[in-house]
């Protein structure tokens, strides 16, 4: 089994910054990817940003404002925000595509943390 924990979450004015944290945990052989996600209320969850290797892909709302990076040693992603919007209030969930040591490959999901970002 592989848990994703997620952290950094809070309430921050407009204009502020945040950095979440997503460790992986478990039975695992390779992190093959990783990536925020991130739900508004009465939305639909959306893609923020993925990472493979060094390889990086962002939704095009958050291009120049947020950074998705990695530390494979500790099996971590970040997600530094600048320049937050009331617009990027929303839970983001931390997602892993993970071999784990059976050799089986899946998608794992985090609980999710709430950033809130006040006007």
């Known amino acids: 089994q592989v848990q994703l924990v997620e952290s950094g979450g809070g309430l921050v004015q407009a204009g502020g910054s945040l950095r979440l944290s997503c460790v992986a945990s478990g039975s695992i052989l390779r992190i093959n990817s990783m990536g925020w996600y991130r739900q508004a209320p009465g939305k639909q969850r959306e893609l923020v940003a993925t990472i493979s290797g060094y390889i990086t892909n962002y939704a095009d709302p958050v291009k120049g404002r947020f950074t998705i990076s990695r530390d494979n040693a500790k099996k971590t992603t970040y997600l530094q925000m600048n320049s937050l919007k009331s617009e990027d209030t929303a839970v983001y969930y931390c997602?892993?595509?993970?071999?784990?040591?059976?050799?089986?490959?899946?998608?794992?999901w985090g609980q999710g943390t709430q950033v809130t970002v006040s006007s």
């Open positions: 997602n892993a595509d993970v071999t784990a040591r059976s050799g089986r490959s899946q998608d794992y």
